[in-house]
């Protein structure tokens, strides 16, 4: 394949600069991490008089509200002011889509166990969360549905429309299979667990106008909100981020609640108010990721190779519709992965439960869709009898009549093949499964596995809207620049990517390029940091910005010092002028003195991308990242404990904006999917009431979790054949994929059990309990074979 495609020149740019984009410069906010100096809300110095808010939450899944007493509530120490839904001026909805099914507090019905009803606004958090207990409310119990089953048992209801994509016939290539197969795979949904919970912080100033400091990955959608609530227009309401400790997701919504009360209770009182979540309290309220219940049917032949796919894929979306319509709809985009299906069918069931509203988290549906897609080629390797691996090589994506997905958009850049060859040599993978293979016999008790599995995601936000990005930028004159844009930093690296932006495109070191924290006061009307597109959008918003200044300067240079514009380069030691060097700082100044204009605004939308989802069809993705991931894994028979002994992962990252940080990313993100598909489970008791609330029931990866040897490579010479950021590519979801291999090393091991001629049908998450019981049942279908075999 061609990869030759690169940067296109840019008269008075130079690549590679010293600390420019491409080097794998040090995260703008290390020693400030690590020093334990970086700013967060809680750590924000407290304004005079400050209040402490501290919700009231439901303890009821699903019921009426017949009588609720708060005089106690107000009568204990410290307490400043009780709200509830009675107190908002404006709209008591927070819904993001516009559906109006969210209240901030809930007034008459709840609709989850954690539900906010009330919130004490108190001197301190201590006492508002001793307040917050004295409530007395009465319920009337309503019939409550807690997963999917029971979801579809009382009727289905959705929280967002169904979806089907659909290419070809699949009825008809099902009947012309020689060979079908059935089944169906549960996912689990996954808690975000951010290192720093939700926070907002909130300080009213002159003639109605609000300040609020948010942990939140959209702070103009927090700014809406809060405007939405309060009944004012949003040049009123600023928003402000400069970092959050982890988002994942989780605050892309999830973090308005937070915010609009804490505005609410400064609103009210006319002092500053700060709403920091407690953490069990955060793991009540919020939405996680959506668990799934994929029902698949695949047609395929002797040789492995697919004819028909058909599936429905369920999720359970929890009380309100928030994000679950784009994440079902997600997951029907990746429910392919890499590969072709001829004849396919595809159908989302969003369901309606009393629980949670789930949300956004990393990969969007995404990962879902691909765990099913990956379990339809573990059912045709194992009643093949082929290896994995050559079942999934043989239905890759290609070029001509293979290269046409679910929803009709034209994979023009297929590498998966290409990535899965590499990475299998380089990590010797079919030698090292023949002798997992061969050790296996003359193991009773421990049984080892290996797993190598590919990953293609789309890159875009679906909502075509979302798809834009701006940006300011300010060079001074003494030669130093300041950079702000609409995105946010939750520990990413976005704002490092882009300061190299600014420092490639005018030569300079890192000392003399500052980020700025994210305001709705100086970009406005901008999009999540979501969808992977967080470099990708800002990226070229704060290019444009700094070029926009850049030519301004080339054409002032030219006139001032006689020489043509094609003779001025900006470069790591200075600004040559023809045959001078002139420092930056000097251009600035002089600049300056002939009255330049050194400040632009920078603004990009994606072009290309297209989607209709009444046809279910498009293009709804500028383009593809890929990668692979070989995982292995040794299983405890005696325990259900499973090691993974080794992970050996190939990206694709394009031409990389930072390979330091963009390795970290895939690190980091393979360890956070492996955890969803094997130790963090989420459980709900019978009331509906979440008993995994806090670290001491929820079990996260921890240090002796990660692999024993982890090799993480950029597949290199791979620039992107878009016109990204530098031709590189979006690295924040796809890498979560790559924990899939885990899954599938583990159902390799267990499929030992049974002479690997029966699929384990392994669920997610693959604990301990779900791994002896997939034991048990592999130990069964083998003594049936055996006996079977004895009486023939």
């Known amino acids: 394949m061609d990869r030759a495609a690169g940067d296109r020149a840019v008269p008075g ?44 939450l439901s303890t009821r899944a699903h019921a009426r509200i017949v009588s609720m007493d708060l005089e106690a509530v107000r009568a204990a120490p410290g307490v400043v002011r009780v709200l509830t839904a009675a107190d908002i001026p404006g709209h008591n909805q927070v819904s993001p889509v516009g559906k109006n099914d969210e209240p901030l507090l809930a007034s008459d019905i709840v609709s989850f166990h954690g539900q906010p009803i009330f919130a004490v606004v108190a ?68 808690e975000h667990f951010y290192l720093e919970g939700q926070a907002a912080l909130a300080q ?22 809060v405007a939405h609530v309060l009944d004012r227009p949003s040049n009123l309401v600023t928003t402000e981020v400069r970092r959050m400790g982890g988002g994942f997701g989780g605050k892309e919504t999830q973090a308005n609640g937070p915010a609009c009360l804490a505005a609410l209770a400064a609103e009210l009182t006319g002092r500053a108010a700060k709403m920091r979540l407690d953490r069990d309290d955060d793991m009540m309220m919020t939405g996680k990721r959506h668990d799934f219940a994929v029902d698949y049917t695949v047609g395929f032949d002797d040789d492995g190779r697919i004819g028909a796919v058909d599936m429905v894929l369920a999720a359970r979306c929890g009380w309100s519709a928030d994000l679950s319509g784009p994440v079902t709809d997600r997951a029907l985009f990746h429910a392919d992965n890499a590969y072709y299906y001829p004849d396919v069918r595809l159908r989302s069931e969003p369901l309606k439960t009393n629980t949670q509203s789930n949300t956004a988290y990393r990969g969007f549906g995404g990962p879902q869709g691909i765990v099913a897609a990956e379990r339809v ?38 590498i998966a093949a290409e990535i899965m060859t590499e990475l299998a040599e380089g990590c010797a993978y079919r030698a090292r499964r023949a002798a997992i293979r061969a050790g296996n016999e003359d193991s009773p008790h421990i049984r080892r596995g290996i797993a190598l599995t590919p990953v293609k995601f789309g890159i875009s936000f679906t909502a075509t809207h979302y798809n834009q990005a701006g940006a300011l930028v300010h060079v001074y004159t003494d030669g130093s620049v300041q950079v702000n844009h609409g995105g946010t930093e939750m520990g990413q690296g976005l704002h490092t990517k882009m300061v190299q932006i600014a420092m490639r495109e005018f030569g300079l070191p890192a000392d003399r390029v500052r980020i700025t924290a994210t305001t709705t006061g100086k970009v406005p009307n901008t999009s999540a ?195 990204t950021i530098f031709r590189s590519k979006a690295v924040g979801e796809p890498p979560f994929v790559h924990g899939v291999a885990v899954l599938h090393a583990i159902s390799d091991a267990l499929a030992s059990l049974d002479g690997y001629r029966s699929c384990p049908g392994l669920d997610a998450p693959a604990t301990p309990e779900a791994i002896l019981r997939a034991a048990e049942r592999m130990r069964a279908r083998a003594a049936a074979r055996a006996g079977a075999a004895s009486v023939a």
């Open 123 to 190: 001197e301190t958090r201590g006492q508002g969360r001793r307040a917050a207990r004295l409530a007395r409310i009465v319920y009337e119990d309503l019939p409550a549905v807690l997963d999917i089953d029971q979801a579809r048992a009382a009727g289905g209801a959705l929280v967002w429309r169904a979806l089907t994509m659909r290419r070809g016939d699949v009825d008809r290539g099902l009947a012309a299979s020689p060979r079908l197969v059935s089944g169906r795979i549960v996912m689990g949904g996954q």
């Open 204 to 225: 009213p100033g002159e003639e109605g106008e609000i300040r609020v400091w948010s942990s939140t990955q959209h702070p103009t959608e927090t700014q809406h909100m």
């Open 529 to 723: 940091t979501a969808a992977s597109s967080g470099a990708d959008l800002n990226g070229m918003a704060v290019l444009d910005a700094v070029r926009r200044i850049r030519e301004r300067l080339v054409t002032f240079a030219a006139g001032h010092w006689g020489v043509g514009e094609a003779e001025i380069h900006f470069r790591a030691d200075g600004v040559h002028v023809g045959a001078t060097v002139v420092p930056f700082g000097e251009l600035t100044r002089a600049a300056y003195l002939a009255r330049v204009s050194m400040s632009s605004s920078g603004f990009y939308k994606t072009p290309k991308i297209s989607w209709n989802p009444d046809t279910g069809r498009g293009r709804p993705f500028f383009y593809f990242a890929y990668g692979a991931a070989c995982a292995e894994v040794a299983v405890d028979l005696l325990t259900g404990e499973m090691r993974i002994e080794r992970v050996d992962i190939l990206h694709d990252a394009g031409q990389s904006l930072n390979p330091a940080i963009d390795i970290g990313q895939v690190e980091g993100a393979f360890v956070q999917g492996a955890g969803w598909l094997t130790t963090e489970e989420l459980v709900w008791d019978e009331n509906g009431r979440l008993r995994t609330h806090a670290p001491s029931t929820y079990k996260i990866p921890a240090c002796s979790d990660r692999p024993g040897i982890f090799n993480v490579a950029l597949l290199e010479h791979a620039p992107n054949r878009e016109e």
């Open 13 to 56: 740019s130079e690549a590679g600069v010293a600390g420019g984009a491409s080097q794998s410069l040090r995260h703008e906010s290390a020693a400030m991490h690590v020093s334990g100096s970086a700013a967060y809300i809680d750590d924000m110095p407290e304004p005079k008089g400050l209040l402490h808010v501290v919700p009231g």
């Open 377 to 414: 080629i573990e059912e045709i390797a194992f009643a093949t009898g082929l290896d994995p691996l050559d079942v999934r090589l043989r239905n890759v994506y290609g070029t001509g009549t293979r290269d046409l997905t679910p929803y009709h958009m034209t994979v023009e850049d297929s």
